[in-house]
């Protein structure tokens, strides 16, 4: 029984990993996607380019930071309860 009780706790890293991924995604896709800049040269264009993935870049280390979280407390946890 041991075994199903980890893989269940693993089950439930991964599906709210990949929960929270899709809510990341959507903020994204909702927030920093519509972010626009003054169109009148090549320059602001970038800027905008590099403001957008810097913004999505920080809150996908977030997300990564996170992840690492769950799985080091699930590490704490099994090798306290093995």
Known sequence: MN?????FELIV???VAWITMLLVLIFV??????????RSNYF???V??????????IIALIWLGFWSFMVEY???YARYNA
């Open 3 to 7: 075994v199903f009780r980890r893989s």
């Open 44 to 46: 602001l264009i970038l």
């Open 48 to 57: 905008e380019a590099i403001v957008k993935l810097f913004l999505a870049g």
């Open 13 to 15: 890293i991964m599906v």
């Open 29 to 38: 896709d909702q927030f920093i996607v519509p972010i626009t800049f003054s």
């Open 74 to 76: 699930y590490k704490k």
